[in-house]
């Protein structure tokens, strides 16, 4: 299928049979409880935002994810554990 429009610099696509994507993240940036294994989205569900390919544990987390503003996105990224610590 191919990526819905860009909304305010993130882009949401599905991959779809066992194309798991490789992810930026280590957590899900909405529900960060929910972990994302060997760095790839353990649901067919990524958003790119700004030039980074996350992953997220559900559509509903898309969704959240589409709804939230930048400095918001910004902030859930910025969650303890979410992205991998800087070297």
Same mark, same amino acid.
Request: with cysteine; glycine share 10%.
């Given at each position: 299928?191919?990526? /819905?429009?860009?909304? /305010?610099?993130?882009? #949401? /696509?599905?991959?779809? *049979?066992?194309?798991?994507?490789? #992810?930026? @993240?280590?957590?899900c940036p #909405?529900?960060? %409880? =929910?972990?994302i294994?060997? *760095? $790839?989205?353990? %649901?067919?569900?990524t958003a %790119? =935002? @700004? *030039? $980074?390919?996350?992953?997220?544990c &559900?559509? +509903? &987390?898309? +969704? ?7 400095? +918001?996105r +910004?902030?859930?990224?910025a969650?303890p *554990? #979410?992205?991998?610590? /800087?070297?």
């Amino acid at each position: 299928p191919a990526p /819905s429009p860009t909304l /305010s610099g993130t882009r #949401v /696509s599905a991959a779809t *049979g066992d194309g798991a994507l490789p #992810v930026a @993240n280590l957590r899900c940036p #909405v529900m960060p %409880e =929910h972990g994302i294994r060997n *760095g $790839r989205a353990i %649901e067919p569900l990524t958003a %790119e =935002h @700004n *030039g $980074r390919t996350l992953g997220f544990c &559900c559509a +509903d &987390c898309v +969704d959240l994810w589409r709804s939230l503003g930048p400095a +918001d996105r +910004d902030a859930a990224l910025a969650l303890p *554990g #979410v992205m991998p610590a /800087s070297r």
